[in-house]
């Protein structure tokens, strides 16, 4: 696989800039450990083009996922650092993770098998070093959203990129939204401790069922 082909394949995942594959940043030509800012950098980046129409607003609030939708809202407006929303397919969680992204006007939403994905091409392809894909992330200011953690292909080199980022951003106290539909018995029990005060489930019946 080529590296134009590698950036085609993670764009259909829903990464936006094809410039920098949605990092914020770009090596100077000629200069090895030299980067400057993507002029993307202050808009909301990987939302897949349908689902850009989720908002607080076209969001279906029962008592069943009330409690996941204000922790949302309270980390789109900057009162709350993180949410952490578990519970079965369909009920929600990615719509409210991406309504926050709209909320707020910049940020990062990415799946996180595409997040690999991504750091692995810009490693192996685009040859720049491990720390400095990893901090792009970990250190980015703005909101930043894992959905489907859990769904990712367990490696150790995987486990250790999603807790040096996830570690980081909560170190910092970085706005960030995580959503899983495993059993948090099977997560990774260190990150699971780091963002229990954001823990809510978001119950309810499965909206993609219901509308078959």
């Given amino acids: 696989m080529n590296a134009l082909q590698a950036v085609a394949d993670i764009a259909e995942e829903g990464i936006s800039c094809l410039r920098c594959g949605d990092a914020g940043t770009l090596r100077i030509p000629g200069e090895m450990a030299l980067y400057t800012r993507c002029s993307c950098r202050r808009r909301v980046r990987g939302v897949p083009r349908p689902r ?59 799946k996180v098998p595409a997040y690999l994905d991504y750091v692995r091409f810009c490693i192996h392809d685009r040859e720049l070093p491990q720390a400095q894909v990893i901090s792009d992330t970990a250190d980015d200011p703005d909101l930043v959203v894992f959905d489907d953690l859990g769904v990712e292909k367990r490696t150790e080199w995987a486990g250790e990129v999603l807790y040096r980022v996830l570690d980081r951003r909560c170190d910092l106290q970085l706005p960030t ?24 489930v978001c119950a309810g019946r499965d909206a993609r069922r219901s509308q078959v």
Avoid at 56 to 76: C, G, L, P, S, W
Avoid at 177 to 187: F, G, K
């Fill in 177 to 200: 939204i995580i959503t899983s539909n495993v059993a948090l018995s099977s997560l990774d029990g260190r990150l699971v401790s780091r963002y229990a005060t954001g823990l809510v």
């Fill in 52 to 110: 850009l129409t989720d908002t607080f607003e076209t969001f279906r609030a029962t008592d069943a996922n009330r409690k996941a939708y204000i922790r949302v809202q309270a980390v789109a407006k900057g009162r709350e650092w993180s949410a952490f929303l578990t519970g079965d397919y369909g009920t929600g969680k990615t719509h409210l993770a991406i309504a926050a992204l709209n909320a707020a006007g910049a940020g990062n939403f990415w």
